[in-house]
Structures are given as structure tokens and as C-alpha cells.
């Protein structure tokens, strides 16, 4: 039940998402979803893909610095409050949200959250119903 | 192992017997036939017959790199220009380089004394030595060369060729021993782990001979991990025969100085007195047996100071300390003296920083530290970086008394030089 996302670490300085998004495209490997965030003079660019190995190998094979933070994508329902709901119950057992996304797709609301305490979150999550997806339920979106 | 038992493990009296023999030698040879010497001795009322003992040493005056460059291109030669063999230059980053000159002998001499580095490490015949320095006017390519082909190694003249080349002659050839700079060997340890390649398995690498640039222990022991092989800390300058002037043995705890080719002295560099035994100094050396173009006290401005106790393995020859800066490349931030070594220090002791990092300073004295981030230690979380290199800001604080300003940068995307590295970029107009 992991779900991986696939991190690029970047200068940041123009031409870098060109660079990276390059390699991806020439090796057929399709983004679900992305996330880029800045810090001074570096970035790092998140993706959800279809082809993980592949996309891997191929941004290694020109240099690139990868790795694959293991995240939670939690699927809530699609109306007021749901969002809500995941927050005020991780912080009933002090749980730090570090980055944290969402989005809707096909009318499915999903959560992306990173956090420290990864195996604790998810038990919670787990333990009040919530539904972590998988990578290949991710991509199936 | 050794390669001169004898003249290795003399004993001491019988050493500096050998060397007042030779400074005498050569100081007559100067008097003689250099004018730029003549004239020097000429001002301080000195003549060769007053050099009695070795320390009469301090009454000669000194060379420097300035003397060099205004008696360019032939004013120190001590032989006619027809029995040079040989010509070497220091680059100079600035103006005309420096010009050495090799005789028969002295191509001989350099040739004997670095085969005596190299079989002191443990190097046999059987080893295949790729030379992956430059050859051309720079002595760390021919100079070396040299000495292994004198031990009796296979040698491949590799020259600063593509990584993929060097690889490619390594496996191809079974290259057991490598001569190359530190901040090359670094990344050439990289460019094998993008190729998924272990030297351990893969590669038949024993040893690799590092030097021409200055580089600290811990650079040593990340090469020695990351190539997994024994690396020696190599010292010399074309001023003085290139590489194989100093040279660790087996132990790797300081490098013999030869002292029957060299008289060291270890001197303070603002005052030129000598430093006591163990005290950093300025390393200044007279060449006993160079014939074309022998140097009286030239003025190294490297910094190390003197191990006085021998060492294990018998050599008598005392050693050096790994060389601590060069007093050239000190750079004054804010009213404060720093070395690179000492960034470089703090640097490669964290395990999460990468294989290159340049220094930079601009404005009014911002000093910059870009490092690389080593390949497993990025996690995915920009809070991760910023978190290191906010850890890295207080070591290096704590180490020079200047706050700089950190940024760790993906693997590759500082600038590899194919000749020297060149760690600091000092962008202040002055």
C-alpha cells in the first residue's frame, strides 16, 4: 500500500523543469501529477508518473539527483469539511503535516501529505476508515 | 619496500655529510656560472668557500617566484643552453609563467628519486600504472611517468582524457595503479557510480598517487572509500623537479622529504626565521643535485611543518606534514585569514556533502560555499536541505569566523577543470 512519489533536485535557475520534464517526455513517461517547490537557489520537483523505474533510470542516466519519499495519498469525499476532517485528526495525536497537496479527479478528492511520522499517520488514517491508495490506484485515477 | 636501500636509510651524520657535500656543489656551480647569483652574492659579501656546515645555509639568499619570472626565460640557467635536455613551466596565473630547465642528469635524477617514491608505497613491475595527469609543459604528466617506467610498470600515458576513455583503458588494460588529481578522482568516483560500476568489483585499482593540488586527510579517506584502494599524498613542484619531491611510504603518516636532492628549511614566512621543530612554517628548499637550474632557498609558500621523530618504516629522510595551504592562497574575508583547506576540511567530513565545492567571494567580502549534495542524501525534502545547509553554515562559522553563505547544489553542477581544480573564485575588485 506505498505510494512513492519521485523527487528531482534541482538548481534553481531557469531551464531546469525544461531539462527534467525533457528527459520524461523522450523516454514516454506520462506526469499525473507535479508539484515544484523553491528554496533560494535550489528546487525540487515532485511527480507522480506513470513509468517510475523507467523515469528513474532515464534522469539518473543524465545526472539528475532522484530519490522516492514515500508519502500518503489520502482519498477523502469530494464536499465541505473534508479536508478538515484529515487535519483536526492528525492533530489530535500531534502529527506535523510537512507538504501537503490535493486535487480532484473524476470527482475523487485526494490528499497528498508528507510527514515525519509516516507509519503513525497512516495507522490513524487506516484506523478511522480513510483510504490510502496505492501507487497503481494513484495512476488509475 | 625500497628502491635505494642504501641511500634511503642512511644515517644521519652520514646524510648531512652527503648533503653539505652537495649544497657546497652547488652553490660553487651558482657562483660560477649563474650572474643572477654572482650579483647576489656580490651584495651580501659572500663567497662559496663560506658555506662550512649545513647551517650556513641561512648566510645564501633567497629565490622567489618573483626572481623567477624577471631572469625569464634563461637568466638562472647553470648550464649552456645546448645541455638542456628539458623544458618544464610552472603556469602562472598571472604573466609569464615560470621556466625550469632539465639536463640529462637532472631528467635522471627526478626520474630515480620518483621510482623511490613509488616502490616506497609498495608499487612492483607487475603493476599497470595509468598516468592520468597532463603531459605537456606541466612535470606531473612526464616527470611521473618517468619514475614508474623506471620501476618497471606498464605504463599508460592517459594523459586528462574523457572519463569514459579512462575508464575504458582502466578495464581494458587492468590499471592497478592511478596517478591523478584529488578533486579529478572524486568525480571520476562519481561518473563510475552513474555507470553503476563498483571499483572494488569491477575495477583492479590497488593504489592511486594524488598530489598538485593541496587536499586534506579527509580528502584522502573519501577518495580511498569511494575508489576503494590505498591513495598516497604525493608533493612537489616543477620549481624543484615536478612530483616525487616529498612522498608518503606505506604508512601514509607524513612524507619523506629526500633530503640528499633537497635541503629543507621551515621558516616564518613574515619574519624568515626558522620555526622550531612542529611549528607551521613556510617551506623553503635548496636543490642539491639539479645541474641545469639549481635554486638556492627557494621560497615554496607552501605551509607544513616538520615530523621530527623517524619513522617506522627505516627511512631516515624526516618527513613533512600534509601541507597545510599555500601562504598565496590565503584570502582575507572580512579582516579574517582563511584557507580553502580548512573549508575543505569541514566540508568533506560530512558525509551528506558531495565530491565538489568551489568558493566564492564578491561584494564587500560575502563569502559563498557551494557544495555539491552527496547522491544519498537527497530525500525529496526541500526542508532537508535547507536544514543541512544551515548545519554546514554553523561548522564552517565555527572553523574560520566567517559566516558564509551556504548552497548545496545537485551532483554535476559545479564546474569540473580538466587541469587543476579551481576551488575559489574571488570576484572582489581590489
Known amino acids: ?141 | 619496500m625500497f628502491w635505494d636501500h642504501e641511500v634511503e636509510t642512511l644515517p644521519r651524520p652520514g646524510l648531512e655529510k652527503l648533503q653539505l657535500e652537495r649544497l657546497q656543489e652547488t652553490v660553487r656551480r651558482v657562483a660560477a656560472r649563474v650572474p643572477f647569483y654572482q650579483q647576489r652574492f656580490a651584495q651580501l659579501g659572500l663567497k662559496p668557500d663560506d658555506i662550512q656546515s649545513l647551517a650556513d645555509v641561512r648566510r645564501l639568499p633567497f629565490t622567489t617566484t618573483g626572481d623567477l619570472r624577471t631572469t625569464y626565460p634563461h637568466g638562472l640557467l647553470a648550464v649552456e643552453p645546448g645541455q638542456a635536455v628539458r623544458l618544464h613551466t610552472s603556469s602562472g596565473t598571472t604573466g609569464k609563467p615560470k621556466a625550469l630547465f632539465f639536463s640529462r642528469r637532472d631528467v635522471e635524477t627526478a626520474a630515480d628519486q620518483m621510482a623511490r617514491s613509488l616502490v616506497m608505497t609498495g608499487l612492483t613491475p607487475n603493476d599497470v600504472f595509468q598516468n592520468m595527469m597532463g603531459y605537456g609543459l606541466f612535470t606531473g604528466g612526464l616527470v611521473m611517468h618517468y619514475g614508474a617506467e623506471r620501476v618497471g610498470c606498464l605504463v599508460i600515458p592517459a594523459g586528462p582524457g574523457t572519463s569514459e576513455r579512462q575508464l575504458m583503458l582502466m578495464q581494458d588494460f587492468g590499471t592497478t595503479a592511478v596517478h591523478i588529481l584529488p578533486s579529478y578522482a572524486l568525480y571520476f568516483a562519481g561518473f563510475l557510480e552513474q555507470k553503476g560500476l563498483d571499483p572494488r568489483r569491477d575495477l583492479k585499482l590497488r593504489k592511486a598517487y594524488v598530489g598538485a593540488e593541496p587536499h586534506t586527510e579527509e580528502t584522502r579517506q573519501r577518495i580511498e572509500q569511494a575508489l576503494g584502494c590505498d591513495v598516497y599524498n604525493s608533493y612537489g613542484l616543477t620549481e624543484m623537479n615536478g612530483p616525487g619531491v616529498a612522498f608518503e611510504c606505506e604508512h601514509k603518516a607524513g612524507l619523506h622529504l629526500w633530503e640528499d636532492n633537497y635541503l629543507m628549511e621551515i621558516i616564518n614566512p613574515a619574519t624568515a626565521e626558522p620555526t622550531r621543530n612542529g611549528e607551521v612554517g613556510e617551506l623553503v628548499l635548496t636543490s642539491l643535485r639539479r645541474e641545469a637550474m639549481p635554486l638556492l632557498r627557494y621560497r615554496t609558500r607552501d605551509l607544513t611543518s616538520l615530523i621530527p621523530e623517524l619513522c617506522a618504516c627505516g627511512r631516515t629522510h624526516r618527513r613533512l606534514n600534509r601541507i597545510a595551504g599555500r601562504s598565496d592562497d590565503m584570502l582575507i574575508v572580512r579582516g579574517v585569514n582563511i584557507f580553502p583547506q580548512q573549508i575543505e576540511r569541514v566540508l568533506m567530513a560530512v558525509p551528506q556533502v558531495g565530491r565538489n565545492y568551489v568558493i566564492q567571494i564578491e561584494g564587500l567580502d560575502n563569502l559563498t560555499v557551494k557544495a555539491e549534495l552527496s547522491a544519498g542524501a537527497f530525500d525529496g525534502k526541500v526542508e532537508h536541505v535547507a536544514a543541512l545547509e544551515q548545519q554546514l553554515t554553523e561548522k564552517l562559522r565555527a572553523e574560520i569566523w566567517v559566516r558564509p553563505k551556504v548552497e548545496l547544489v545537485p551532483a554535476g553542477a559545479l564546474p569540473v577543470a580538466e587541469g587543476k581544480a579551481k576551488r575559489v573564485i574571488d570576484k572582489r575588485v581590489l
Open chain 1, 1 to 141: 500500500m506505498s505510494m512513492n512519489l519521485l523527487a528531482v533536485f534541482v538548481e534553481n535557475k531557469p531551464g531546469q523543469t525544461a531539462r527534467v520534464t525533457r528527459i520524461l517526455a523522450e523516454n514516454g513517461v506520462n506526469i499525473c501529477w507535479v508539484t515544484i517547490a523553491s528554496s533560494g537557489h535550489f528546487g525540487v520537483m515532485k511527480f507522480l508518473v506513470d513509468k517510475q523505474e523507467q523515469a528513474v533510470a532515464s534522469l539518473r542516466a543524465e545526472g539528475l539527483m532522484v530519490s522516492l519519499p514515500e508519502v500518503l495519498a489520502v482519498e477523502v469525499e469530494n464536499k465541505p469539511g473534508s479536508l478538515r476532517g484529515v487535519a483536526e485528526l492528525l492533530e489530535q495525536h500531534s502529527i506535523n503535516l510537512d507538504n501537503c497537496s490535493g486535487f480532484v479527479a473524476n470527482n475523487r478528492a485526494i490528499l497528498v501529505v508528507e510527514t515525519q511520522a509516516l507509519a503513525e499517520a497512516r495507522a490513524v488514517l487506516e484506523q478511522q476508515g480513510f483510504q490510502l491508495l496505492s501507487q497503481e490506484q494513484m495512476q488509475r485515477l
